[in-house]
């Protein structure tokens, strides 16, 4: 009986002492990168027993699949074809971090990667987050008898912090456009300052707070009616902030 118990409570520790591991944190990955999912097991000799899964935690989608020693892609979901790779070599090592390509918006999420083999079973779940730098910003100045609109248009993910300032630096009220883009990956940000000033200097801040990106551009404007200018400014320093000059005449 007490040997009975005995077995009973090795064979449990050995099911209970097998672990898989996986990042503790976030993954960021961004836009049409590849991303890499690591998941660590500890091997067996035995590779012809090691089943190993990626499925999407919310839905039970399949990502990938491998046993009999080979990928097993029938119940693949259609998201992932052809864009995930798991590196056999390294499965007998105790490595089944799995890679899917072309990174999405909708690849977003979590990944549960469960690993069995004859030291017993376990799974984690690997989080995944998404993220795409912003684009250059695409200046256009309309001028007219009312007024000056200074407008950029960009785009990236996730949403902005913005900022419009003046010469002395202070906060200046800005009209903000933010709608998804035609393929829901990226944010399409319309951002504008409109002024009655005949004369003014401002600077267009954007950060995207998840890759931490800060772009930064100065307009200088002076007009009146016999001579129509402006500047913009970028400079490469401190951070992205250029100089450019344009006249209108
Ligand atoms: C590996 O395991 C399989 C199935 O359990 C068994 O048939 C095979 O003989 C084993 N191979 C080795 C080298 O132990
Ligand atoms: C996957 O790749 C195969 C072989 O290159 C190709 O025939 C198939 O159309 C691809 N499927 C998708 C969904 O891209
Ligand atoms: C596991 O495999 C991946 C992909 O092949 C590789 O990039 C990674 O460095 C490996 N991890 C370890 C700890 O060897
Ligand atoms: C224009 O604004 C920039 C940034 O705020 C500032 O560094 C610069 O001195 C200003 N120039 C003038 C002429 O006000
Ligand atoms: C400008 O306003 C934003 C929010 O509208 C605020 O977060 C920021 O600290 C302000 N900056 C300055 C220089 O006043
Ligand atoms: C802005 O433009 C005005 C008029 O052209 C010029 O005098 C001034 O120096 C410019 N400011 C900067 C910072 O370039």
Redesign the pocket.
Known sequence: MLCRFLWLWILLRRADSFSVTVPSSPVLVVRGATALLSCEFEPDSNISNVVITWQREENAQVVHSFYYERDQLERQSSDYVNRTKLNHKDIAKGNASLSIASFGLKDAGNYLCIVSNNKGTDRRVVRLVYAAFYSEPMLSVLLKSTGVTVQYELEGYPRPEVMWLG?GGQNLTDHLEISPASDGGLFYVKSSYITQSP?F?VTFTLKNPALHQKLQR?V???YDFFLQ???E?RTKQPFDDRQEQHCLS
């Open positions: 010469s004369a200097n100065h200088n404007i002076s200018r402006f500047t400014q």
